[in-house]
């Protein structure tokens, strides 16, 4: 059996969880000060975002050197500590891995500055230029042109992120086995497995603008399971924002070797603007969620595998998104739990999302810390936009939203760190931290937790069907999951005002809801603001 199917994962972004030497930087010995935390809440596994060498022009996801720590986060012989003692309390350690782009201060890249006959040139994609400029006009996620200049060579070097996060060429056979040799340097650590970041875009053809789903990408995929992970009994996701029920099956089928499972982003996007950016805003449409996160319920193979999440570093928090981070905080905050832990396939937990911590309102850009925020504010300003409205794109989407210092307790910076911390804590920490979640009895820390001991003891979490119910209804998400003759069923009122269930089943035993109240006849009771529940129901 696939471990991680039953498992719980929980994304730590150590630049914000838990400082221990007053930098203001969170650190890997932070972590560790915080394991007995994520014991208590039940998690099997911590995605850890990177914290290898970089200079930190995108956070870390700009990799210097794979196998170095970065001294902000402490040595190699803390992060043999973290992974020994997280293995202590039943927790694997998955890494962060980005293997699409190194940082430019990688010295694969420095040598393949040093000229077109330097054996690391071929490691990264560079062309010669086309009528005096870029190859091409294809763009840099974080804003201008995807090829920048160098003008030591003539040549230009393709950067699908960063300038400084040249893109590696993964056509290069001996670049590919000095990645998977890497790889293997941590899978001996005895780490649990590995994140892959952006990685159907490892795949490009950048003379065809082919970015994701290259011809190729599922060939480099399956060498290097063969040559790295398929070798280890670990877990492997990989971020695949073009990922489909279709094309699902290509990366997570456990027939094809490539990966156990797939992030796929279509919910997502469904707050934006069609055919704009992320930070063109729509209202939400609660029929065209349920629509999608069904599709991904019930459309994809039913070999492959799922993961399951509302937050991560790159997105802002759910309960500011789509729920009520004012009168309705805590309620919104427990659906949110409930709707996505009872759903097949392997939830994910973001860092504070346990206690219900909500985006930071800024109105200075001297505030944000994220390039891609930056970038979109002067952007933005120099094509005539108001600073008013890039904010409220910057309120509602930064990145920054999910990346403030984890909210510990009510003293000084949230109990983060005794010095200044990178970036400020959302002012709201007094009211909403760690220790206040512990000590409330029935507070949304104590709903995750038992979710996540509800998915070890319940195999109908893990692999019951899943079927719609009322989806054309404006604001309920119901559903039931049904395994070897049982069947509960999951309702959400995603909304602040109050709603008639018309649903006719009879509830006959309640396994959680987030208002203190017993089920039984279901058909005509009013729900409340953001009334969810999951009970057992009669055949």
Do not use: C
Request: hydrophobic letters at 35%.
């Amino acid at each position: 059996m696939s471990w991680w199917k039953n498992s719980v994962v929980y994304q730590i972004y150590p630049q914000s969880y838990q400082d221990s030497n007053h930098d203001g930087m969170g650190d890997l010995a932070g972590i560790i000060s915080r394991l007995d935390y994520l014991e208590k809440l039940g998690v099997d596994v911590i995605w850890l975002s990177p914290v290898y060498q970089s200079p930190l022009d995108d956070n870390g996801y700009d990799i210097s050197d794979y196998q170095a720590i970065n001294p902000i986060y402490g040595t190699m012989d803390d992060m043999d500590r973290l992974i020994a003692e997280a293995k202590k309390r039943n927790i694997g350690i998955v890494m962060d891995l980005v293997v699409n782009h190194t940082s430019d201060e990688h010295e694969w890249f420095l040598e393949a500055k040093k000229g077109k006959e330097n054996p690391y040139r071929d490691y990264y994609i560079w062309r010669d230029p086309v009528d005096g400029g870029p190859p091409n006009d294809m763009t840099s996620v974080f804003s201008g042109p995807a090829w920048e200049f160098d003008e030591a060579s003539g040549q230009y070097f393709l950067h699908l992120f960063s300038k400084r996060q040249p893109d590696l060429n993964w056509e290069n056979e001996e670049m590919r086995h000095k990645i998977y040799d890497m790889m293997n340097f941590w899978l001996d650590k005895g780490i649990a497995g590995f994140r892959m970041d952006v990685i159907d875009n490892i795949g490009k053809v950048p003379d065809e603008k082919i970015v994701v789903n290259g011809p190729k990408l599922h060939d480099y995929l399956q060498e290097m399971n063969k040559y790295t992970f398929g070798k280890y009994d670990v877990m492997t996701v990989g971020e695949t924002w073009s990922a489909t029920p279709e094309n699902a099956v290509l990366f997570s089928h456990p027939d094809r070797n490539e990966l156990s499972m797939v992030f796929q982003f279509e919910h997502i996007g469904l707050d934006e603007k069609p055919g704009t950016s992320k930070w063109d805003l729509q209202p939400l449409s609660i029929v065209a969620l349920k629509k999608t996160l069904t599709k991904w319920q019930t459309e994809i193979d039913a070999a492959s595998w799922n993961s399951l999440f509302w937050n991560n570093h790159d997105t802002p928090r759910i309960v500011s998104r789509w729920g009520n981070d004012a009168e309705f905080r805590v309620e919104s905050a427990k659906m949110f739990a409930i709707l996505l832990h009872m759903m097949k396939g392997t939830p994910y937990i973001y860092q504070g999302e346990e206690i219900g911590m909500t985006n930071r309102v800024i109105t200075d850009i001297s505030e944000a810390r994220d390039i891609e925020t930056i970038n979109l504010f002067n952007e933005r300003l120099e094509k005539g936009y108001a600073a008013e409205a890039i904010f409220t794109s910057l309120n509602a989407k930064s990145r920054d939203n999910a990346r403030t210092p984890m909210q510990w307790d009510a003293s000084e910076n949230a109990g983060f760190t005794n010095g200044e911390p990178w970036i400020p804590a959302n002012p709201n920490y007094p009211e909403i931290n760690v220790a206040e979640a512990l000590a409330e009895q029935d507070s949304i820390f104590y709903t995750y937790q038992k979710l996540i001991a509800l998915r070890k003891e319940n195999p109908l979490m893990v692999y019951g069907t899943f079927t719609l119910l009322l989806p054309e209804h404006p604001t309920v998400f119901a559903y039931e999951r049904a395994y070897e003759g049982e069947t509960w069923l999951i309702v959400g009122n995603m909304s602040a005002d109050e709603t008639t269930l018309e649903l006719s089943q009879i509830a006959t035993e309640t396994v959680i809801s987030n208002y203190d109240k017993e089920y039984g006849q279901l058909e005509g009771i009013i729900l409340a603001p953001y009334e969810t529940f999951a009970v057992k129901v009669a055949h």
